[in-house]
């Protein structure tokens, strides 16, 4: 797909973007951005990709944008898409983020997007941008206040500071903490078992999650039944049933 600062790779039904410029520590430019969106919305189409994988090359996630790429980069605002690529967007379909190293400024806003966090123990998150006066505007001021709270979230956001993957974990940033070099393989372990379970309902139930999100009770519970609906028309329940009576997943067995 003529890419040049990403490594795409497909195992199966799961799809692997790497941001692969370690020489800036994986940080954004206007480039890069184009190539995240083109990779996204090629996983978003393909009906075979069950579940993406977001990491960096070289032993960091992503540091963010490019400051280097700046002006170009701030002329992306306004893009639907969001200035790194592809942060405003909603996929139908899951992603995790395999985390080691610096996952900073742009790059913990990327990591927010994702579904599931798996960092290493040598992780990093703050917002570093921070100090030099460069706003969030690739998610991070309204998605990491749902994932951590109001107060934790602030913290972050005013301060600047790093905090270490045993924090982010305890705070529930991070969803599997593993060793160094192990988070991509436990990204990729949680993508298959994801990607093994009826797609149409477990995507109906993801979707249901996001767009109730903010409402009263009542209104999530209305957009949980419609959703669920959607399900039930797909068949999957009635071939689940079939396969529960035949014996398959009793006793605490996933399959």
Known sequence: MGYRNIIVEVRGRVFIVTINRPERRNAIDADTAEELYRAWTYFENNPDLY?????GAGGNFSSGADLYDIDRLMNRVPNPEGPLGFTRLRLSKPVI???????VAGGLEIALWADIRVAD????????ERRFGVPLVDGGTQRLVRIVGLGRALDLILT???ISAEEAYQWGLVNYLVNEGKALDKS??????????PQETLRNDRLAVYEGLGKPLSEGLIIEMKRGLRSIRTGEIYDGVKRFKEGAGRHGNLY
């Open 188 to 197: 990729i372990e949680v993508a298959e078992l994801i990607s093994g379970y």
């Open 121 to 128: 123990k040598t992780a990093k998150f703050g917002f570093l």
């Open 160 to 162: 600047g500071r790093l």
């Open 97 to 103: 983020a395999a985390i080691s190293g610096y996952c």
């Open 51 to 55: 579940v993406g994988i977001i990491t």
